[in-house]
């Protein structure tokens, strides 16, 4: 009988790393049934195929075009009107015309309002010159709204329910309270004026519920709403392949990035390890940490290694648009004090099976493969170790934040010493033994995958 075998794939940076093409890559090398998605729906998961398939999947899982099916787990948070765009687009774009029948919803997954979106694209409107960074959806809006307001929060369940009108209700009367202060004080950019009125004249719109209740219900008729008995029963009972698909990386974790250019939802890996032994998963279980070969960074936030000059070389072809909320995309030399730093918040270099280097064809193109082997000015005990490593301080609410805050200014603070590796005129062979001998000496973890072109076949698994 096929035994069962699950793969987690932890964005080891701040969300950017390459997980579509990675998970795409292991559900056709092992014919996966199911993707299972956490975190929330900002993903922008670029996948392109050998066949001339390609899509920026959000809330579909980035095996859907070989087939697999797509659970979004009790710890993902959905987006019902994106949802359905994207629904849209797979099916004229690409034919999957039955493209619901290959989706399942736990009941108790929490729903993102545009009325969250709304307030997400205010407030970082109104940071002005000192931004936070977002993907501006309104995931953190929610999951704090729900923290706060449990009563009133949506779940899937809620969707296509006689009461589901008044939360909606319930929920914008929240946003406009809390936002009062906000819009009174009318502190944004001459640039961002238009685009604030029209989301704040969308907040008091009372047409506005009727078309979000009619949307939120169109949803509820389309998907399949599964009790969370479900993922137990009818996914990880299953003999063959599961993958778990997240949306965001280490270093933008809640109480473990850099405050507070982070997101509310939890990106370690042990949040999937958690619902997984609640179901009893019984498989085997490879977790794998993903990276580019250089470093990344959508937005606001420290970055040591960022390198403006290397941006146009570095960037062709990528599915990362600019936006006015998330900011600029951000490039530099790969940053091995960060990834050492992430794959310790995670458990350490024996928690991983392996890694998957995404974009080293981008190295190859350039001819030089940069890597930060350390940081300068960092004589401060409290944030860095005596071997230069970035300490790891573990915990959760305001005093975690505080320390995570001090710690991304410190951060801001050091400079990078690089190494530079010349591949320029070095055959795939001899790339693939570089990167696996120096992240392997470096970081102690082996490397599985290195990625040297955008499709599956591009992808060589070690």
Known sequence: MQEKQLFTITDLGGGDGGKGGVVHKVCTEKQAHTVIKVGGAQGSHGVRTSFGQSHNFSQFGCGTFEGTRTHMSEIMLVEPYLLLEEAQRLKFEWGIHNIFDYLTIDQTAL???????????????????????????????AILDAESHPLTAIFAKDLGQPHLRKKIETIREQKIADL???????????????????????????????????????????????????????????????????????????????????????????????????????GEIFKLGVTRGYQIRHGAGPMVTESPELTDTL???????????????????????????????????????GLAISWFDQIQTVGKWDVCTAYRNIDDPLYFSTDGSIKVRRGSGDQQLAYQQKLGERLSQCTPEVYSYDVQGKSQEELIELCSQTLLEKLGVPVRMISFGPTEKDKVCL
Not at 198 to 224: C, G, H, M, P, W
Not at 249 to 269: A, E, S
Request: aromatic letters at 8%; proline letters at 6%; a neutral charge.
């Open 111 to 141: 729903c993102i309002t545009p009325y969250h979106t709304i307030a997400s694209r205010l407030r970082e409107m109104s940071r002005t010159h000192n931004p936070k960074g977002t993907v501006g959806i309104g995931a953190g809006e």
């Open 180 to 282: 009062l202060p906000l819009i009174t004080a009318n502190h944004f950019l001459p640039e961002d004026i238009v685009c604030a009125k029209s989301n704040i004249e969308l907040l008091y719109e009372n047409d506005f519920v009727d078309r979000i209740l009619e949307r939120f219900n169109t949803l509820a008729t389309s998907a399949k709403i599964v009790p969370s008995e479900y993922l137990k029963k009818h996914i990880l009972s299953r003999p063959g392949t599961v993958v778990v698909e997240a949306s965001h990386g280490i270093l933008t974790d809640r109480y473990h990035g850099f405050h507070p250019h982070t997101t509310k939802v939890r990106t370690l890996p042990q949040e999937t390890l958690r619902m997984l032994e609640q179901a009893n998963y019984d």
């Open 315 to 353: 960037l062709p072809g990528s599915h990362k648009d600019e936006n006015r909320w998330q900011g600029k995309v951000r490039v530099g030399p790969l940053d091995l004090i960060a990834l050492r730093y992430a794959i310790e918040v995670c458990g350490g270099p024996s928690f991983f099976d």
